[in-house]
Nanobody, 125 residues
Framework: QVQLVESGGGLVQTGGSLKLSCAASGFTFRSYSMGWFRQAPGKERVFVAAISWSGGASTNYAESVKGRFTISRDNAENTVYLQMNSLKPEDTAIYYC?????????????????WGQGTQVTVSS
């Protein structure tokens, strides 16, 4: 069955960095775009970043993370990454990776059909 397993979350100070990983299995990873979303306490899950099936420059970012976060993927390893730099307290959330039903990067939650269990990122001030 499809599995998406996130790792790399943790506690970091303001201005610090973290790199999240999401290992995928159970589907043809290289055929689909992948995304990262986050959900802060008491708030809705929101889009963070997405990358096309082939990776490279075909990416999309939320305005709040542009210039600070970088999404990438390794199709040989069935893994998608989120490098997070210059972290702020408002980045604190549970981060989820997801696989979409499309090859191009997607921003809408409805475009994604499989989700990981999430990894907690906490940024202290």
């Amino acid at each position: 069955q499809v599995q998406l397993v996130e790792s790399g979350g943790g506690l970091v100070q303001t201005g610090g960095s973290l790199k999240l990983s999401c290992a995928a299995s159970g589907f043809t990873f290289r055929s689909y775009s992948m995304g990262w979303f986050r959900q802060a306490p008491g708030k809705e899950r929101v889009f963070v970043a997405a990358i096309s099936w082939s990776g490279g420059a075909s990416t999309n970012y939320a305005e709040s993370v542009k210039g600070r976060f970088t999404i990438s993927r390794d199709n040989a390893e069935n893994t998608v990454y989120l490098q997070m730099n210059s972290l702020k307290p408002e980045d604190t959330a549970i981060y989820y990776c997801a696989s979409s039903r499309f090859s191009a990067p997607q921003t809408a939650i409805s475009a994604y059909n499989y989700w990981g269990q999430g990894t907690q990122v906490t940024v202290s001030s």
